[in-house]
């Protein structure tokens, strides 16, 4: 998957961007206060993706 789609999708779920890190960027849930890291790669894994919105706790990506 690509990132900036899932970046939009984090977006659209009450995410925004937290903090930048030396490799990843910190998401933080506004709602639930939840972080959780994403990494700089153009493509993701799509399981990686689905443990991130489990961890924000928003719901997964659909494709």
Known sequence: M???VFINHLLAHNCFLH???TKH???KNKLSGKKSTVPR???LFDDFCKDICKQLGIP???K
Request: hydrophobic content about 20%.
């Open 2 to 4: 690509k990132r900036i």
């Open 19 to 21: 903090r930048e890190g």
């Open 25 to 27: 960027s910190i998401y």
């Open 41 to 43: 790669h153009p493509e």
């Open 60 to 62: 997964k990506i659909k």
